[in-house]
């Protein structure tokens, strides 16, 4: 039975640096979250959006199409 304890001493050397190494890096710092429309104090939607939402969903339009005529809509260009 051999006696070598230098690679357990070794290995537990090694542990213990790498555990204060990690323990002394500072925390990534956290992004604070945005504020949502309701906590703001904000309405969700102007009337004029809401408006041009109905209208588009009255026509049935989804994606680009339903982006471009609401753009066009709020800016007070309605397309036929």
């Known amino acids: ?6 690679p357990f ?3 537990a050397t090694l542990s213990l640096c790498a555990c204060f190494a990690m323990a002394q ?3 990534t710092p956290q992004k604070p979250m945005a504020p949502t429309a309701a906590a703001a104090g904000k309405p969700a939607m102007s ?3 809401a408006e041009c939402s109905k209208l588009a ?10 982006k ?7 800016r007070g260009k309605t397309p036929g």
Request: positive net charge; charged residues 30%.
């Open 9 to 11: 001493a070794l290995a």
């Open 47 to 49: 009337a004029k959006s």
């Open 68 to 74: 471009h005529f609401r753009s066009a809509c709020k």
């Open 25 to 27: 890096t500072a925390p």
């Open 1 to 6: 039975m051999s006696k070598r304890p230098a």
């Open 57 to 66: 969903d009255a026509k049935g339009l989804h994606g680009k199409a339903r």
